[in-house]
């Protein structure tokens, strides 16, 4: 009654996945992993180093009240300056020169401020002393007011799908932490002016967000950047025209049902901080998604912990790639709608695996009943359940993954879809057998009584004399299980019942290959004597035959027609 055979299906299903998506640039970190990737219906994503090649270059300067000069001189100086590298410091130093400066104060860049900050004395001509802030501009104009003109340049460069940011002085020299030693921006800012970085599209990007599409995976990109910014890569990069974007200050100001509804209808999510990243994770999970989360920054390491499935990326932070379920080797984005596609694929074929398996225990199960019931000893021998188990279960469950297809399942219960198949199956497949077996018992019995003109009408069941019986049932079994196995990826529309059409006839013919080897053992006497059966009469054979073909024909029509469903009042398909 043990299914072992089905761990070891599984086990090697998974095995062979991952081997296979490491030859797709991608690492398995935790073996659950595999069946996660079949279940996400909802990617979340930063645009950069994702949609984005996570290589940016300065594109532009819009100097306010100097000249461009002057403000390349200081950007060059703060840059040289700074001892918290980035990939924006290390844009503006390739086309700006300066001059390392003494630090009085120092604040370096985080994804939830959003804004870096030095002060320093002016010690070269080419700087003034003050303290110089460089940041978004939504954060930095809470303390530093914005012309029109300045605001609209500044949505202008953010609809070019560039990342905009704004570079700020002060006279003072500022500490830059208020009493509770905690970073605090001055409140006395003068605008210098705007710089913008272009990230470099991938070029797989577009094809990437297709093969989601067709993986039935829903993408949402929350990022620390300009929404209209983030919204205009992503339409790029193919995300659809239809996108809707919320950034991360509209959030904020939400409720819990709120914050859930906005979670659903938009898309593109800008300026968030990591806790409101991490609370997305968790709406879109309260409403029933299945979510997988991209993060390369240690600010990823809360929403790739709230995720159901965390992907990190190689060239990561190490907190990221430690948390990670599943890693992409090189960094290789464009891999990971196959490895989706991969994912489902083995989880279609491990299901109908499981399906074979289950109606090989259960039928068994209630032969054990039913047998115990008239009084009777259970029928098969081990030897006997083990060829049953190897031909119709056994060797056809290694052929199933291997040829299984991606593609997301219909959205209802694990339980619900096994047992649309499984529960007419097992029913009807015990019946005949046990009317087969006890058919021919009471045959072999009434002919035993009449050879041996018993006064009493008293014989005694001996394993010879259930011989017979037994091998008629082992082949019933047989070859209603291998039926099924048509059943379950239906080649033409004759077989279409309990499953939708396939055209694959892979299957069907490994189906008759065993039962082919099933013909040689009971032809070859040694492999017959060994797992114990009987050579049946041509006769006996032919009318297994049509008896198995009529359970094939009436079970067709309980699942076409339903008729178990309507019988216990439920939906199973």
Same mark, same amino acid.
């Given at each position: #009654?043990?299914?072992?055979?089905?761990?070891?299906?599984?086990?090697?299903?998974?095995?062979?996945?991952?081997?296979?998506?490491?030859?797709?640039?991608? %690492?398995?970190?935790?073996?659950?992993?595999?069946?996660?990737?079949?279940?996400?219906?909802?990617?979340?994503?930063?645009?950069?180093?994702?949609?984005?090649?996570?290589?940016?270059?300065?594109?532009?300067?819009?100097?306010?009240?100097?000249?461009?000069?002057?403000?390349?001189?200081?950007?060059?100086?703060?840059?040289?300056?700074?001892?918290?590298? $980035?990939?924006?410091?290390?844009?503006?130093?390739?086309?700006?020169?300066?001059?390392?400066?003494?630090?009085?104060?120092?604040?370096?860049?985080? +994804?939830?401020?959003?804004?870096?900050?030095?002060?320093?004395?002016?010690?070269?001509?080419?700087?003034? +002393?003050?303290?110089?802030?460089?940041?978004?501009?939504?954060? %930095?104009?809470?303390?530093?007011?914005?012309?029109?003109?300045?605001?609209?340049?500044?949505?202008?460069?953010?609809?070019?799908?560039?990342?905009?940011?704004?570079? !700020?002085?002060?006279?003072?020299?500022? =500490? &830059?932490?208020?009493?509770?030693?905690?970073?605090?921006?001055? !409140?006395?800012?003068?605008?210098?002016?705007?710089?913008?970085?272009?990230?470099?599209?991938?070029?797989?990007?577009?094809?990437?967000?297709?093969?989601?599409?067709?993986?039935?995976?829903?993408?949402?990109?929350?990022?620390?950047?300009?929404?209209?910014?983030?919204?205009? %890569?992503?339409?790029?990069?193919?995300?659809?025209?239809?996108?809707?974007? @919320?950034?991360?200050?509209?959030?904020?100001?939400?409720?819990?049902?709120?914050?859930?509804?906005?979670?659903?209808?938009?898309?593109?999510?800008?300026?968030?901080?990591?806790?409101?990243?991490?609370?997305?994770?968790?709406?879109?999970?309260?409403?029933?998604?299945?979510?997988? *989360?991209?993060?390369?920054?240690?600010?990823?390491?809360?929403?790739?912990?709230?995720?159901?499935?965390?992907?990190? *990326?190689?060239?990561?932070?190490?907190?990221?790639?430690?948390?990670?379920?599943?890693?992409?080797?090189?960094?290789?984005?464009?891999?990971?709608?196959?490895?989706?596609?991969?994912?489902?694929?083995?989880?279609?074929?491990?299901?109908?695996?499981?399906?074979?398996?289950?109606?090989?225990?259960?039928?068994?199960?209630?032969?054990?009943?039913?047998?115990?019931?008239?009084?009777?000893?259970?029928?098969?021998? $081990?030897?006997?359940?083990?060829?049953?188990?190897?031909? +119709?279960?056994?060797?056809?469950?290694?052929?199933?993954?291997?040829?299984?297809?991606?593609? *997301?399942?219909?959205?209802?219960? /694990?339980?619900?879809?096994?047992?649309?198949?499984?529960?007419?199956?097992?029913?009807?497949?015990?019946?005949?057998?046990?009317?087969?077996?006890?058919?021919?018992?009471?045959?072999?019995?009434?002919?035993?009584?009449?050879? $041996?003109? #018993?006064?009493? $009408?008293?014989?005694? @069941?001996?394993?010879? /004399?259930?011989?017979?019986?037994?091998?008629?049932?082992?082949?019933?079994?047989?070859?209603?299980?291998?039926?099924?196995?048509?059943?379950?990826?239906?080649?033409?529309?004759?077989?279409?019942?309990?499953?939708?059409? =396939?055209?694959?006839?892979?299957? =069907?013919?490994?189906? %008759?290959?065993? #039962?082919?080897?099933?013909?040689?053992? &009971?032809?070859?006497?040694? &492999?017959?004597?060994?797992?114990?059966?009987?050579?049946? +009469?041509?006769?006996?054979?032919?009318?297994?035959?049509?008896?198995?073909?009529?359970?094939?024909?009436?079970?067709?029509?309980?699942?076409?027609?339903?008729? &178990?469903?309507?019988?216990?009042?439920?939906?199973?398909?």
């Amino acid at each position: #009654l043990v299914p072992s055979g089905l761990y070891l299906a599984i086990t090697l299903a998974y095995a062979l996945g991952a081997v296979k998506m490491v030859g797709q640039e991608v %690492l398995i970190q935790q073996a659950n992993a595999v069946e996660s990737l079949s279940n996400v219906d909802v990617l979340c994503l930063d645009k950069t180093g994702t949609l984005t090649a996570n290589r940016i270059c300065l594109q532009t300067f819009y100097p306010i009240g100097i000249n461009e000069i002057k403000l390349r001189h200081l950007l060059g100086d703060y840059a040289a300056s700074t001892t918290a590298k $980035n990939q924006t410091i290390e844009a503006v130093e390739k086309v700006c020169s300066g001059h390392r400066l003494e630090l009085i104060a120092e604040i370096p860049f985080t +994804s939830a401020r959003k804004w870096s900050g030095m002060s320093f004395e002016g010690q070269k001509e080419s700087s003034d +002393s003050g303290t110089y802030i460089l940041g978004a501009p939504e954060v %930095l104009a809470t303390v530093t007011p914005l012309s029109t003109e300045i605001t609209q340049q500044i949505q202008e460069l953010a609809q070019q799908g560039l990342r905009v940011l704004l570079f !700020t002085h002060s006279p003072n020299i500022n =500490s &830059l932490n208020n009493d509770l030693e905690k970073p605090q921006l001055p !409140t006395q800012l003068t605008p210098l002016g705007i710089i913008s970085f272009k990230d470099e599209l991938r070029p797989e990007a577009r094809e990437t967000i297709h093969g989601f599409s067709e993986a039935g995976i829903e993408v949402k990109v929350i990022s620390g950047d300009n929404p209209q910014t983030v919204a205009t %890569l992503a339409l790029q990069a193919g995300l659809g025209s239809d996108i809707q974007v @919320i950034s991360g200050a509209e959030l904020a100001e939400l409720d819990e049902a709120q914050f859930i509804q906005a979670a659903e209808a938009n898309t593109v999510f800008g300026r968030v901080t990591p806790d409101q990243k991490a609370k997305l994770i968790r709406s879109f999970k309260e409403q029933g998604h299945y979510v997988a *989360m991209i993060g390369d920054g240690v600010n990823d390491v809360l929403s790739l912990k709230e995720a159901n499935l965390a992907i990190a *990326m190689e060239g990561g932070s190490k907190a990221t790639r430690s948390v990670a379920d599943i890693v992409l080797l090189k960094n290789s984005f464009g891999s990971l709608p196959h490895t989706f596609l991969e994912g489902q694929r083995i989880r279609n074929g491990i299901q109908d695996v499981l399906k074979l398996f289950m109606i090989r225990v259960f039928c068994v199960t209630l032969l054990i009943f039913a047998t115990g019931f008239v009084g009777g000893t259970f029928p098969l021998l $081990n030897k006997h359940s083990a060829v049953v188990t190897l031909i +119709s279960v056994g060797f056809p469950s290694f052929c199933i993954p291997l040829w299984a297809k991606s593609g *997301m399942l219909p959205r209802r219960s /694990l339980v619900r879809s096994l047992l649309h198949f499984t529960l007419p199956a097992t029913l009807s497949l015990t019946l005949v057998a046990l009317g087969v077996y006890l058919g021919y018992l009471v045959v072999t019995v009434l002919g035993s009584l009449e050879e $041996n003109s #018993l006064i009493d $009408n008293s014989v005694v @069941i001996t394993n010879q /004399l259930l011989s017979v019986p037994r091998s008629a049932l082992v082949t019933i079994m047989v070859l209603c299980g291998l039926l099924l196995v048509p059943f379950m990826k239906p080649p033409t529309r004759a077989w279409v019942g309990g499953e939708p059409l =396939s055209r694959d006839w892979r299957y =069907s013919l490994v189906a %008759l290959a065993l #039962l082919g080897i099933y013909v040689v053992i &009971l032809a070859v006497p040694p &492999l017959r004597q060994f797992f114990e059966l009987s050579l049946l +009469s041509a006769h006996d054979y032919v009318v297994i035959s049509w008896v198995a073909l009529v359970w094939c024909l009436l079970l067709r029509y309980i699942w076409r027609a339903k008729l &178990l469903d309507k019988f216990l009042g439920v939906d199973l398909g």
